[in-house]
């Protein structure tokens, strides 16, 4: 029987207040102020400040732990992939428009 994988995108548009936040200074970074916004939130999501930034779109389930496999940068927003084990999205499904728009076909 074939088992399905937990899988998670999150899109974090930056320019916003959100994005502005501290996060970097809760883990005590030096010189965090000479890295740029996205740079600070690519931080402070790898040293695990995800689910303190984000807890309501965490996906919880028992027996389940998500991993934060990568981080790819946008001119917007900075997109996250998550998942129990590292797979490729299908892009025909993201969240990402730069890639489920090349999947439509114009007619």
């Known amino acids: ?4 994988f937990t899988q998670q995108e ?7 207040s959100f994005t502005l936040g501290n996060f970097c200074e809760e883990y005590g970074m030096d010189n965090h102020y000479r890295l740029t916004e996205k740079e600070r939130l690519e ?3 790898w040293n695990g400040m995800l689910p303190v930034m984000l807890p ?3 996906i919880k389930n028992p027996g389940v732990k998500l991993h934060l496999w990568e981080i790819r ?5 900075i ?3 998550l ?3 590292y797979m490729d999205f299908d892009r025909h499904y993201s969240i990402n428009p730069y890639a489920f728009m090349s999947t439509i076909q114009m007619s």
């Open 79 to 81: 997109k996250l992939e």
């Open 83 to 85: 998942g129990e084990y």
């Open 56 to 58: 309501e779109i965490i």
């Open 10 to 16: 999150i899109l974090l548009v930056t320019g916003t």
């Open 1 to 4: 029987m074939e088992r399905n």
């Open 73 to 77: 940068e946008a001119s917007a927003f």
């Open 43 to 45: 931080v402070a999501c």
